[in-house]
């Protein structure tokens, strides 16, 4: 689910503008995993552009506020999701914590990091959703803290249907500003993708791991 459907093609613009979103259906990136990819997403991009960091943001709040109602606090994923979940809890006038991707192995041995009390309501921040694995395995550290997650807003999502699978099955609900299909369509109206590469890239979405082989 997208916030609004304006607001998500602009936000797929600023994406593409600053290359955060990069497309080479041509001339793939090679993923961790080894799958070949004609998209790579880095939002973080986001954060070197004043404008676009404070349209996110307001983005971001809008949303919280829209489908989850005003939280106790705002809980940023670690990495992507630190920054911009501070950014979010600062527009809210909110407390902020984060989730480290493991507990400490020295120190208190937190993997949720800032003050909280249990029984608080937290709205969780992140920046891009894969598969929704490292989403939801913070989302479990916050629910063993015994903190009540409302839900999670990201930036971007490639719509993988392991992503919604993963997400229903933990019973988190989730929404995001933009996503793959309105990246696509604002790709293609801006000339930055053939009609071809559209064929191409829709593909890959469906199937990844045989895209190209």
């Avoid at 989730?174 to 696509?184: A, D, G, K, S």
Wanted: aromatic share 10%; net charge negative.
């Amino acid at each position: 689910m997208i916030l609004n459907e304006d607001k998500a093609l602009k936000v797929a613009e600023f994406l593409l503008q600053i290359k955060a979103i990069k497309l080479r259906p041509n001339d793939p990136f090679t993923w961790a995993s080894g799958f070949k990819s004609p998209i790579y997403c880095d939002n973080r991009v986001t954060l070197s552009y004043p404008q676009i960091r404070t349209f996110i943001r307001q983005g971001y709040a809008e949303a919280v506020i829209e489908y989850f109602g005003k939280p106790d606090a705002i809980a940023g994923v670690a990495t992507g999701g630190i920054a911009q979940g501070a950014l979010v809890a600062q527009e809210l006038g909110l407390p902020f914590i984060y989730v480290r991707s493991e507990a400490k192995s020295h120190g208190m041995g937190n993997q949720v990091e800032g003050y909280f009390e249990k029984g608080q309501k937290v709205v969780v921040i992140e920046d891009l959703i894969s598969t929704g694995g490292s989403s939801l395995k913070a989302i479990e550290a916050l629910r063993d803290a015994e903190l009540e997650v409302k839900g999670l807003i990201a930036i971007f999502t490639y719509g993988f249907d392991i992503a919604h699978n993963n997400f229903a099955d933990a019973e988190c609900p989730y929404i995001t500003l933009t996503n793959y299909e309105v990246m696509l369509t604002k790709a293609l109206a801006t000339n930055l993708i053939s009609k071809e590469d559209l064929s191409s890239l829709q593909d890959w979405r469906k199937d990844p791991s045989n895209w190209k082989k």
